[in-house]
């Protein structure tokens, strides 16, 4: 199956800009989604980047995929209280199959 | 994009007993897959869900422990069996809404802590 790595930790101070890396094993994933877990909740669709490209901006977030590395990033620009939660990784293998995930980074935005 | 409804969001059950967890879509969804997180971990697949079709479960996953009903298009079951205090953890079903756009929808999770 899949290999889905994340960094487990990141902090940041309020108004920083948060970087998530991913990387992942699966030349063939589509779409690679990122889900947003805030505390006691469940998955939220933060955004999502099809394979042939290499950068989505939607607001203040921007996703980098480098698909020769197979590296996976997020970037929140601003980033708030708010913010705070876990963040996972998600890679698509194929249409109608289910999503794998990475173990989650935890963000913790500090005042 | 789908909208799912999960019941029950939470139950405290004593070990040895099972827990059925139902899954209802709003739109009919070839595929549905259950999943478990763990506390502090994150989703590991337990098993896909095919109308009409016997469950294909993941390595370290039975039929006997999690029975999967699936009897039309828009709904799913979930049994925990036997319950030990090792299964307490959230389980969360899914469906694929649509690539893109709306990706992959999930439940609410139905929390369950076994005593």
């Known amino acids: 199956g899949e290999d889905v790595e994340q960094s487990l930790f990141l902090s940041v101070r309020e108004g920083d800009s948060s970087v998530i890396n991913c990387t992942y094993t699966d030349s063939s994933s589509t779409y690679l989604y990122w889900y947003k877990q805030e505390p006691g909740a469940g998955l939220q669709l933060l955004t999502y980047?099809?394979?042939?490209?290499d950068m989505k901006q939607d607001q203040r977030l921007t996703v980098l995929l480098n698909k020769k590395d197979k590296h996976l990033s997020l970037r929140i620009a601003d980033t708030q209280t708010g913010d705070s939660a876990i963040y996972f990784c998600?890679?698509?293998?194929?249409?109608?199959?289910?999503?794998?995930f990475g173990k989650g980074t935890s963000l913790l935005v500090t005042p | 994009s789908a909208v799912i409804s999960q019941k029950p969001s939470r139950d405290i059950c004593q070990r040895g007993t099972s827990l059925t967890i139902q899954c209802q879509v709003d739109s009919q969804v070839t595929m549905m897959f259950w999943y478990r997180q763990q506390p502090g971990q994150s989703l590991t697949l337990i098993a896909t869900?095919?109308?009409?079709?016997?469950?294909?479960?993941e390595s370290g996953f039975v039929i006997d422990k999690f029975p999967i009903s699936r009897p039309n298009l828009t709904f799913s079951t979930l049994t925990v069996s036997n319950m030990s205090p090792e299964d307490s953890s959230i389980y969360l079903c899914?469906?694929?809404?649509?690539?893109?756009?709306?990706?992959?929808?999930f439940g609410s999770g139905t929390r369950l802590t076994v005593v």
């Open positions: 899914s469906v694929d809404s649509g690539t893109g756009v709306y990706g992959y929808t």
């Open positions: 998600a890679p698509q293998p194929n249409s109608g199959y289910a999503l794998n």
């Open positions: 869900a095919n109308q009409g079709s016997e469950a294909t479960y």
């Open positions: 980047i099809f394979s042939n490209m």
